[in-house]
Protein backbone atom coordinates (compact mmCIF):
# COMPACT_ATOMS: atom_id res chain seq x y z
CA UNK A 1 0.00 0.00 0.00
CA UNK A 2 2.75 2.17 1.19
CA UNK A 3 4.56 1.73 -2.38
CA UNK A 4 1.28 2.52 -4.39
CA UNK A 5 0.96 5.51 -2.43
CA UNK A 6 4.44 6.81 -3.11
CA UNK A 7 3.86 5.71 -7.06
CA UNK A 8 0.33 7.66 -7.37
CA UNK A 9 2.20 11.08 -5.91
CA UNK A 10 5.15 10.57 -8.49
CA UNK A 11 2.63 10.38 -11.25
CA UNK A 12 0.39 13.31 -9.49
CA UNK A 13 3.77 14.91 -9.03
CA UNK A 14 5.34 14.40 -12.58
CA UNK A 15 1.84 15.89 -14.88
CA UNK A 16 0.62 18.51 -12.84
CA UNK A 17 4.06 20.60 -12.35
CA UNK A 18 5.48 20.90 -16.09
CA UNK A 19 8.11 22.91 -15.10
CA UNK A 20 9.77 19.92 -13.32
CA UNK A 21 13.06 18.52 -14.98
CA UNK A 22 11.01 16.25 -17.83
CA UNK A 23 9.37 19.03 -19.19
CA UNK A 24 12.68 20.85 -19.05
CA UNK A 25 14.28 17.92 -21.37
CA UNK A 26 11.38 17.96 -23.95
CA UNK A 27 11.53 22.34 -24.29
CA UNK A 28 15.31 21.86 -25.23
CA UNK A 29 14.50 19.53 -28.20
CA UNK A 30 12.44 22.23 -29.50
CA UNK A 31 14.23 24.98 -31.80
CA UNK A 32 13.56 28.35 -32.30
CA UNK A 33 14.85 30.73 -34.76
CA UNK A 34 17.70 31.62 -32.87
CA UNK A 35 18.18 28.93 -30.51
CA UNK A 36 18.37 24.60 -30.14
CA UNK A 37 20.24 22.45 -32.61
CA UNK A 38 19.53 20.97 -36.36
CA UNK A 39 21.36 19.08 -39.27
CA UNK A 40 22.13 21.11 -42.48
CA UNK A 41 22.99 18.94 -45.87
CA UNK A 42 24.91 21.31 -48.11
CA UNK A 43 25.77 20.15 -51.61
CA UNK A 44 30.12 20.24 -51.45
CA UNK A 45 30.18 22.57 -54.46
CA UNK A 46 29.36 25.30 -52.06
CA UNK A 47 30.81 24.14 -48.88
CA UNK A 48 33.05 27.12 -48.16
CA UNK A 49 30.18 29.12 -48.17
CA UNK A 50 28.35 27.25 -45.96
CA UNK A 51 30.95 26.69 -43.72
CA UNK A 52 31.17 31.12 -43.33
CA UNK A 53 27.28 31.08 -43.06
CA UNK A 54 27.05 29.18 -40.14
CA UNK A 55 30.18 30.09 -38.34
CA UNK A 56 28.92 33.91 -38.66
CA UNK A 57 25.30 32.53 -37.76
CA UNK A 58 26.66 30.76 -34.51
CA UNK A 59 28.83 33.40 -33.17
CA UNK A 60 25.61 35.60 -33.35
CA UNK A 61 23.48 33.23 -31.67
CA UNK A 62 25.34 31.50 -29.10
CA UNK A 63 22.65 28.99 -28.73
CA UNK A 64 22.29 28.07 -31.95
CA UNK A 65 23.90 24.58 -33.22
CA UNK A 66 23.89 24.03 -37.16
CA UNK A 67 25.06 20.80 -37.90
CA UNK A 68 27.34 20.04 -41.46
CA UNK A 69 26.96 17.21 -43.58
CA UNK A 70 28.26 17.14 -46.72
CA UNK A 71 27.57 14.87 -49.82
CA UNK A 72 27.36 15.21 -53.40
CA UNK A 73 23.89 16.77 -54.57
CA UNK A 74 22.04 13.16 -55.09
CA UNK A 75 22.92 12.40 -51.23
CA UNK A 76 22.07 15.93 -50.44
CA UNK A 77 18.69 15.52 -51.66
CA UNK A 78 18.69 11.77 -49.93
CA UNK A 79 18.94 14.00 -46.55
CA UNK A 80 16.06 15.55 -46.95
CA UNK A 81 13.86 12.36 -48.28
CA UNK A 82 15.24 10.46 -45.22
CA UNK A 83 14.19 13.05 -42.91
CA UNK A 84 17.54 13.22 -41.59
CA UNK A 85 17.62 16.94 -42.64
CA UNK A 86 14.81 19.30 -42.90
CA UNK A 87 17.40 22.16 -44.36
CA UNK A 88 19.92 22.21 -47.47
CA UNK A 89 22.04 23.99 -49.03
CA UNK A 90 22.21 23.36 -52.47
CA UNK A 91 22.74 24.23 -56.53
CA UNK A 92 19.13 24.31 -57.34
CA UNK A 93 15.50 24.17 -56.61
CA UNK A 94 13.50 21.08 -55.36
CA UNK A 95 11.90 19.33 -58.74
CA UNK A 96 8.26 19.54 -59.06
CA UNK A 97 8.27 15.58 -58.64
CA UNK A 98 10.67 16.26 -55.00
CA UNK A 99 8.35 19.30 -53.80
CA UNK A 100 5.23 17.06 -54.01
CA UNK A 101 6.67 14.40 -52.11
CA UNK A 102 6.75 16.77 -49.08
CA UNK A 103 3.71 18.33 -49.89
CA UNK A 104 2.21 14.86 -49.95
CA UNK A 105 2.74 14.62 -45.92
CA UNK A 106 2.06 18.13 -45.08
CA UNK A 107 5.30 19.54 -44.92
CA UNK A 108 5.36 23.47 -45.97
CA UNK A 109 8.51 23.69 -48.62
CA UNK A 110 10.23 27.22 -48.93
CA UNK A 111 13.17 27.35 -51.30
CA UNK A 112 15.00 30.57 -51.16
CA UNK A 113 17.54 31.90 -53.15
CA UNK A 114 20.82 33.62 -51.42
CA UNK A 115 22.84 33.99 -54.05
CA UNK A 116 25.08 32.77 -57.60
CA UNK A 117 27.30 30.26 -58.64
CA UNK A 118 29.00 29.23 -61.77
CA UNK A 119 29.99 26.01 -62.90
CA UNK A 120 33.58 26.67 -64.35
CA UNK A 121 36.16 25.24 -66.52
CA UNK A 122 40.15 24.99 -65.66
CA UNK A 123 43.14 23.93 -67.80
CA UNK A 124 46.40 23.20 -66.81
CA UNK A 125 49.08 26.24 -66.83
CA UNK A 126 51.17 25.34 -69.70
CA UNK A 127 48.26 24.39 -71.96
CA UNK A 128 47.53 27.84 -74.68
CA UNK A 129 44.07 26.79 -75.19
CA UNK A 130 41.48 28.11 -72.34
CA UNK A 131 38.75 30.15 -74.26
CA UNK A 132 35.75 28.31 -75.52
CA UNK A 133 32.49 29.00 -77.06
CA UNK A 134 29.77 26.89 -75.80
CA UNK A 135 29.48 24.96 -78.97
CA UNK A 136 32.55 23.95 -78.64
CA UNK A 137 32.14 23.20 -74.90
CA UNK A 138 28.75 21.07 -75.73
CA UNK A 139 30.61 18.75 -78.46
CA UNK A 140 33.56 18.02 -75.70
CA UNK A 141 30.92 17.21 -73.07
CA UNK A 142 29.26 14.63 -75.34
CA UNK A 143 32.71 13.57 -76.23
CA UNK A 144 32.07 14.38 -80.41
CA UNK A 145 35.17 16.16 -79.92
CA UNK A 146 37.60 14.31 -78.09
CA UNK A 147 41.15 15.58 -79.53
CA UNK A 148 42.37 19.19 -78.95
CA UNK A 149 44.06 19.42 -82.20
CA UNK A 150 39.62 19.39 -83.07
CA UNK A 151 40.16 22.56 -81.09
CA UNK A 152 43.13 24.36 -82.36
CA UNK A 153 44.45 22.14 -85.85
CA UNK A 154 48.16 23.34 -84.24
CA UNK A 155 47.15 21.40 -80.29
CA UNK A 156 49.72 18.53 -80.06
CA UNK A 157 48.06 17.52 -76.32
CA UNK A 158 46.34 14.71 -77.93
CA UNK A 159 43.25 13.62 -76.34
CA UNK A 160 40.94 15.92 -74.48
CA UNK A 161 40.16 14.60 -71.09
CA UNK A 162 37.33 16.12 -68.79
CA UNK A 163 36.83 15.76 -64.82
CA UNK A 164 34.18 16.10 -62.35
CA UNK A 165 34.18 15.97 -58.62
CA UNK A 166 31.57 13.05 -58.55
CA UNK A 167 29.68 10.76 -60.42
CA UNK A 168 26.64 12.55 -59.10
CA UNK A 169 28.07 15.83 -58.57
CA UNK A 170 25.59 18.72 -59.19
CA UNK A 171 28.69 19.77 -61.65
CA UNK A 172 27.99 17.19 -63.87
CA UNK A 173 24.05 17.19 -63.61
CA UNK A 174 24.02 20.90 -64.20
CA UNK A 175 25.79 20.21 -67.64
CA UNK A 176 24.08 17.06 -68.59
CA UNK A 177 20.94 18.88 -68.35
CA UNK A 178 22.24 22.53 -69.56
CA UNK A 179 24.13 21.12 -72.63
CA UNK A 180 22.65 17.51 -73.75
CA UNK A 181 19.20 17.73 -72.24
CA UNK A 182 19.69 15.35 -69.37
CA UNK A 183 21.82 12.85 -71.97
CA UNK A 184 24.84 10.93 -70.89
CA UNK A 185 27.83 12.72 -71.38
CA UNK A 186 30.75 11.18 -73.46
CA UNK A 187 33.77 8.52 -72.75
CA UNK A 188 36.60 11.03 -72.47
CA UNK A 189 34.22 12.39 -68.86
CA UNK A 190 35.68 11.08 -65.87
CA UNK A 191 34.61 11.70 -62.29
CA UNK A 192 37.27 11.77 -59.42
CA UNK A 193 36.50 12.30 -55.56
CA UNK A 194 36.28 15.37 -54.30
CA UNK A 195 36.82 19.60 -56.10
CA UNK A 196 40.24 19.62 -54.36
CA UNK A 197 41.53 16.11 -56.40
CA UNK A 198 40.08 17.84 -59.78
CA UNK A 199 42.12 20.73 -59.39
CA UNK A 200 45.33 18.69 -58.44
CA UNK A 201 44.60 16.79 -61.32
CA UNK A 202 44.41 19.49 -63.82
CA UNK A 203 47.51 21.28 -62.38
CA UNK A 204 49.39 17.86 -63.22
CA UNK A 205 48.16 16.97 -66.60
CA UNK A 206 48.31 19.29 -69.71
CA UNK A 207 45.64 17.83 -71.38
CA UNK A 208 42.51 17.92 -68.98
CA UNK A 209 39.60 20.27 -68.83
CA UNK A 210 38.62 20.74 -64.92
CA UNK A 211 34.63 21.11 -63.69
CA UNK A 212 34.41 22.44 -60.52
CA UNK A 213 31.91 25.35 -58.79
CA UNK A 214 33.44 28.08 -58.20
CA UNK A 215 32.56 28.42 -54.66
CA UNK A 216 35.57 25.93 -54.19
CA UNK A 217 38.08 28.80 -56.21
CA UNK A 218 36.34 31.76 -55.87
CA UNK A 219 37.21 33.58 -52.68
CA UNK A 220 40.53 35.90 -53.16
CA UNK A 221 40.87 36.22 -49.44
CA UNK A 222 40.78 32.33 -48.87
CA UNK A 223 44.35 31.02 -48.73
CA UNK A 224 43.06 27.45 -49.83
CA UNK A 225 41.25 29.00 -52.57
CA UNK A 226 44.29 32.02 -53.86
CA UNK A 227 46.85 28.50 -53.52
CA UNK A 228 44.26 26.63 -55.80
CA UNK A 229 43.90 29.11 -58.44
CA UNK A 230 47.96 29.52 -58.71
CA UNK A 231 47.93 26.00 -59.93
CA UNK A 232 45.66 26.54 -62.77
CA UNK A 233 43.85 28.92 -65.36
CA UNK A 234 39.74 29.32 -65.91
CA UNK A 235 38.74 29.07 -68.84
CA UNK A 236 36.71 32.09 -70.76
CA UNK A 237 33.55 30.55 -72.24
CA UNK A 238 30.92 32.64 -74.79
CA UNK A 239 28.32 32.60 -77.21
CA UNK A 240 31.08 32.95 -79.70
CA UNK A 241 34.82 33.56 -80.22
CA UNK A 242 34.18 37.00 -80.21
CA UNK A 243 32.67 37.38 -76.83
CA UNK A 244 34.24 34.74 -74.53
CA UNK A 245 33.81 35.84 -70.38
CA UNK A 246 35.71 34.56 -67.62
CA UNK A 247 33.34 33.12 -64.27
CA UNK A 248 33.74 36.54 -61.90
CA UNK A 249 31.39 38.09 -59.71
CA UNK A 250 30.35 40.59 -62.77
CA UNK A 251 29.96 38.40 -65.35
CA UNK A 252 27.47 36.37 -63.15
CA UNK A 253 26.01 39.35 -62.07
CA UNK A 254 24.78 40.75 -65.59
CA UNK A 255 24.47 36.87 -67.26
CA UNK A 256 27.51 37.54 -69.50
CA UNK A 257 28.64 34.43 -68.49
CA UNK A 258 26.56 31.41 -69.65
CA UNK A 259 27.07 28.68 -66.67
CA UNK A 260 26.03 30.85 -63.85
CA UNK A 261 23.40 28.81 -61.24
CA UNK A 262 21.25 29.98 -58.08
CA UNK A 263 22.69 28.92 -54.46
CA UNK A 264 19.58 27.51 -52.43
CA UNK A 265 18.26 27.49 -49.18
CA UNK A 266 15.79 24.50 -49.24
CA UNK A 267 13.87 24.29 -45.66
CA UNK A 268 11.16 21.61 -45.18
CA UNK A 269 9.16 21.70 -41.92
CA UNK A 270 5.55 22.97 -40.73
CA UNK A 271 6.35 25.70 -38.14
CA UNK A 272 9.37 28.55 -37.88
CA UNK A 273 11.97 26.82 -36.18
CA UNK A 274 16.54 27.19 -36.17
CA UNK A 275 15.70 26.84 -39.81
CA UNK A 276 13.44 29.92 -40.16
CA UNK A 277 16.46 32.49 -38.43
CA UNK A 278 19.17 31.08 -40.22
CA UNK A 279 17.31 31.70 -43.40
CA UNK A 280 16.63 35.42 -42.32
CA UNK A 281 20.60 35.73 -41.43
CA UNK A 282 21.57 34.36 -44.53
CA UNK A 283 18.91 36.99 -47.03
CA UNK A 284 19.79 39.67 -44.49
CA UNK A 285 22.47 42.44 -44.54
CA UNK A 286 25.31 40.23 -43.18
CA UNK A 287 24.72 37.33 -44.85
CA UNK A 288 24.97 38.38 -47.80
CA UNK A 289 27.65 39.86 -47.24
CA UNK A 290 29.28 36.82 -46.47
CA UNK A 291 27.92 35.64 -50.17
CA UNK A 292 29.87 38.27 -51.75
CA UNK A 293 33.33 37.95 -50.04
CA UNK A 294 32.90 34.25 -50.64
CA UNK A 295 33.39 34.95 -54.41
CA UNK A 296 30.02 34.46 -55.08
CA UNK A 297 26.99 36.99 -56.42
CA UNK A 298 24.60 38.19 -53.68
CA UNK A 299 20.89 37.13 -54.15
CA UNK A 300 19.93 40.87 -52.46
CA UNK A 301 23.10 43.33 -52.97
CA UNK A 302 23.75 45.70 -50.75
CA UNK A 303 22.67 49.07 -51.40
CA UNK A 304 25.13 51.76 -51.90
CA UNK A 305 24.57 55.31 -50.03
CA UNK A 306 26.47 58.10 -52.07
CA UNK A 307 26.55 61.46 -50.61
CA UNK A 308 27.00 64.27 -53.22
CA UNK A 309 27.62 67.93 -51.60
CA UNK A 310 26.37 70.77 -53.93
CA UNK A 311 28.56 74.07 -53.50
Known sequence: MKINSILFSFIFYFFIFPSCDGSK????????????????????????????????????????????????EKNVVQELYNDSSRLAIMTRRLSVKESLFFEAQKYIVEQLKIGSDAVVFLVNKNNPDSAFTISQIRKIISGEDSLWSQIRAES????????????????????????????????????????????KYVAASKNTIGVVGLNWVGDKDNEEDVARREKINFCA???SASELFLPNQSNIATGNYPFSRGVWLIKIGKRAGLGT?????????????IVQRSGLVPAKPAERKVKITVK
Open 25 to 72: IISKEIDTPTTGKISVAVDENVRSLADALVDAFESSYPAAFLIESYSP
Open 156 to 199: KLGRINIVFDNESSSNLRYLADTLLGGGAVGKNCFALSTNDSVV
Open 237 to 239: VGK
Open 277 to 289: GFASFSLGERGQL
